[in-house]
């Protein structure tokens, strides 16, 4: 296995794990269980950020600019409601 597919799978492990600890948070039922999955959730989302910064660094994630105009649409209709 290449160093990019492991980049990319550690990276879809790490999104699942940060879902995890997301929904452990919002349905924690006292202030300390939800406190540690809040800490453990940050940290996640701190490892993912390295990673992603790394794949970005050696092009191995490509994101597309948006477009101005459907920036400006989509700021419209939010606006008008």
Avoid: P, R
């Amino acid at each position: 296995m290449e160093d990019k597919e492991l980049m990319e799978n550690h990276l879809l492990v790490v999104k699942g794990i940060c879902d995890l600890y997301m929904h452990g948070t919002l349905e924690a039922t006292t202030a300390e269980v939800h406190c540690a999955f809040k800490e453990a959730l940050n940290e996640e989302l701190d490892i993912q950020n390295k990673i992603y910064n790394l794949m970005s660094a050696k092009g191995w994630y490509k994101t597309d600019e948006a477009e101005q105009t459907k920036i400006e649409s989509t700021k419209q209709k939010y606006s008008q409601n």
